[in-house]
């Protein structure tokens, strides 16, 4: 599948930054080969922390629009070491740390990934919606 293929560039990269760039939640990655692969996220996201999963809920109240970026923080700077995807993308940290996109999404591309390398995009994908 042409998709976990591609999906499998992003085994040992690291989250180097994490942020909300107009109202969606925007994250990079680097590793040896691409020293910027961009994630675009409009989906729901999921952890394997129960803890985390609970404090969300707060941050929910105050913004449900951003409130997501909290998942990203146990993950800051962390070496990615499985990548899975079958209806949805679940990315394996090196501290055991679980995020999962659901691509069951009210939105058509929930998903966008670009990879960059000296500069250039060499490869971008849209992983669409599963509804």
């Given at each position: 599948m042409l ?6 560039l992003?085994?040992n ?14 994250l ?13 996220v409009d989906c729901?996201?999921?952890t ?6 609970r ?9 449900n629009?951003v ?24 990315l ?7 995020i ?11 998903l ?5 390398k ?8 849209t992983i669409p919606?599963?509804?």
């Amino acid at each position: 599948m042409l998709i976990q293929e591609d999906l499998n560039l992003l085994l040992n990269s690291y989250l180097t930054s994490f942020g909300i760039v107009n109202q969606f939640i925007e994250l990079k990655f680097s590793n040896d080969t691409y020293e910027e692969i961009t994630f675009f996220v409009d989906c729901d996201l999921s952890t394997n922390d129960a803890e985390l999963e609970r404090k969300k809920e707060y941050f929910d109240k105050l913004d449900n629009d951003v409130s997501s970026i909290i998942y990203f923080i146990k993950a800051n700077r962390k070496k990615v070491e499985a990548v899975e995807f079958d209806k949805n993308l679940k990315l394996v940290f090196t501290n055991n740390y679980i995020i999962e996109f659901s691509l069951f999404s009210e939105y058509e591309e929930p998903l966008s990934i670009t990879f960059q390398k000296n500069g250039v995009i060499e490869k971008s994908f849209t992983i669409p919606s599963y509804r």
